[in-house]
């Protein structure tokens, strides 16, 4: 991919950051990702778990050149900036974060996450001190590059059942943002009130939201001063529903009825056969 081309989305991603507040779904495929574009999506994000299953593996259990791959094939079906879901960087130490940071930076993506979940459950997040200078590390590695890709850094308090959730994910938040985390992100807040805590506590850097299930709107989201709203896995959980539900029709019951429910062939065919022509 032309460097030129990577480099606009990158400064194009930084640019959506400064002000207001988008949407970046997360797309699980090529084809899921080049729909979202279509739709008129200004900025993309992958999911680890949607792209986890879409391989028959559980969250977490795509290996690091599998996800790698993965990131390039985001990148290459669209023209809109990526955020790489990178997990917790495929390494424990500091310098195998910077490493790997630095190999997803060569896939072409706009920008990254950094969570501190270890996925252990005897300690599910890494000591804070380790934590910070996990993110300094990530954020060495990308100045290094001279890339611009815009890091954002994850506190899973939330996730992983810490016993005091929010105190713990604005304090490893703010530690994140002095450490160079350009975007912030605390995956499980819900309320007005955590919501409005996080954006406080790191302002004037930007906050990204997890929407998952119904909720606030947009709207409603912006007034609080979130800049950007992400899905995470939500679009891909949706279409296993839609697979789930007509699979298990047929094999109890015999029929065929919820299939009428469909997107039908002539429109998802004719929309990438076009597609397709025009990039012939």
């Known amino acids: 991919m032309p460097a030129a081309s990577i480099f606009e989305r990158r400064a194009t991603f930084r640019r959506l950051h400064e002000s207001g507040c988008f949407v970046i779904p997360n797309p699980w495929d090529a084809g899921s990702a080049i729909w979202l574009q279509h739709l008129g999506f200004k900025a993309l994000a992958t999911t680890s778990s949607g792209c986890a299953w879409s391989l028959g593996l559980p969250d977490n259990g795509v290996g690091l050149d599998a ?4 990131l390039r094939a985001i990148v290459a079906a669209t023209e809109v900036p990526v955020n790489a879901d990178f997990e917790n960087g495929y390494a424990d130490e500091p310098a195998g974060v910077a490493n790997n940071v630095g190999r997803a ?6 920008g990254l996450s950094i969570e501190d979940s270890t996925g252990r459950a005897d300690r599910p997040l890494y000591d804070f001190d380790f934590a910070v200078e996990r ?4 954020r060495q590695a990308i100045d290094r590059s001279g890339s611009g890709v815009l890091l954002t850094a994850r506190a899973e308090c939330f996730l992983v059942g810490h016993s005091d959730p929010l105190p713990e994910s604005v304090r490893r938040l703010k530690a994140y943002a002095t450490a160079g985390a350009d975007c912030l992100y605390a995956p499980g807040i819900k309320t007005r009130e955590q919501i409005e805590a996080v954006v406080k506590a790191v302002a004037p850097k930007p906050v990204n939201l997890l929407m998952g299930a119904p909720g606030l709107t947009v709207a409603e989201i912006a007034e609080l001063g979130v800049r950007r709203i992400s899905t995470g896995g939500a679009l891909a959980r949706m279409a296993w529903g839609g697979f789930l539900n007509a699979a298990r029709e047929i094999a109890e019951q015999g029929r065929f009825d919820v299939l009428a429910g469909g997107a039908s062939f002539a429109e998802l065919d004719g929309f990438f056969r076009k597609r397709a022509r025009k990039e012939g």
């Open 135 to 138: 993110v300094k590390a990530a």
């Open 105 to 110: 930076i060569e896939t072409g993506v706009a």
């Open 67 to 70: 996800m790698l791959a993965h």
